[in-house]
């Protein structure tokens, strides 16, 4: 399975993005799906996690109430609606496939990541 994160960009404070993780050459319908992030000169950050099985969702504290992960085992996709983005939140945004829950311990898969700019 390879998997790639899009729907980066730049954007103000206050702003939304959705980003996007699209499977090919296989499906994650029965992993565990988390988005991470990380910021230059800093260590990877866990966002979001949302399990295969009953759709549960679990945050990170610093985006609990702004951010959504969903995913569409149909289009094997997995999504981050991100909202009231401040320039806190700018990082390389990456998903990844695993089977721990509510973190991943250890990707059997992840993606490429994708730039998220916010400006004040």
């Known amino acids: 399975v390879q998997l790639q994160a899009s729907g980066g960009g730049l954007v103000q404070v206050g702003g939304s993005l959705r980003l996007s993780c699209a499977a090919s050459r296989g499906t994650f319908s029965t992993y565990n799906m988390d988005w991470f992030r990380q910021a230059p000169g800093k260590e990877r950050e866990f966002v979001a996690a949302?399990?295969?099985?009953?759709?549960?969702?679990y945050y990170a504290d610093s985006v609990k109430g702004r951010f959504t992960i969903f995913r569409d085992n149909v289009k094997n996709a997995v999504y981050l609606q991100m909202n009231s983005l401040n320039p806190e939140d700018t990082a390389v945004y990456y998903c990844?496939?695993?089977?721990?829950?509510?973190?991943?311990?250890?990707?059997?898969?992840r993606g490429q990541g994708t730039l998220v700019t916010v400006s004040s």
């Open positions: 949302i399990r295969w099985s009953d759709l549960n969702t």
């Open positions: 990844g496939a695993c089977r721990s829950w509510p973190l991943c311990r250890e990707y059997i898969y």
